[in-house]
């Protein structure tokens, strides 16, 4: 599968997440580092991985709101797995889904 496929179906799986379910699930996120092959900000996925499972209603606004933003750190802004110290140059796909994902946070997830 292509990186832009990946990047893709990765911004696809977040948004809905972020967008459409009641809860925060930190296996969306698992999945999205997997596919995209990157190395999580640790601050940001602790923050995050504590909230598994927990309804969007149920956190303070201010928490909430900045979910989309943790994502991102942990996903599209995240620093790349290094592959035989080959430099990592992101796809179209995957720098406009970092794009969409940054306009999520930007209007809050909820």
């Given at each position: 599968?292509?990186?832009?496929?990946?990047?893709?179906?990765?911004?696809?799986?977040?948004?809905?997440?972020?967008?459409?379910s009641?809860?925060?699930?930190?296996?969306?996120?698992?999945?999205?580092?997997?596919?995209l092959?990157?190395?999580?900000?640790k601050?940001?996925?602790?923050?995050?991985?504590?909230?598994?499972?927990?309804?969007?209603?149920?956190?303070?606004?201010?928490?909430?709101?900045?979910?989309?933003?943790?994502?991102?750190?942990?996903?599209?802004?995240?620093?790349?797995?290094?592959?035989?110290?080959?430099?990592?140059?992101?796809?179209?796909?995957?720098?406009?889904?970092?794009?969409?994902?940054?306009?999520?946070?930007?209007?809050?997830?909820?």
């Amino acid at each position: 599968m292509s990186e832009d496929l990946k990047a893709l179906a990765v911004m696809v799986s977040l948004r809905k997440a972020l967008q459409e379910s009641g809860h925060f699930s930190i296996c969306v996120v698992d999945a999205a580092v997997k596919a995209l092959g990157v190395v999580p900000d640790k601050d940001a996925y602790e923050t995050l991985r504590v909230l598994h499972c927990v309804d969007y209603m149920s956190m303070p606004r201010e928490l909430r709101d900045a979910i989309p933003g943790l994502v991102a750190q942990c996903t599209f802004l995240a620093d790349p797995v290094p592959a035989l110290g080959a430099p990592h140059r992101p796809s179209a796909a995957l720098t406009i889904a970092g794009a969409q994902l940054r306009r999520i946070t930007a209007g809050g997830s909820r």
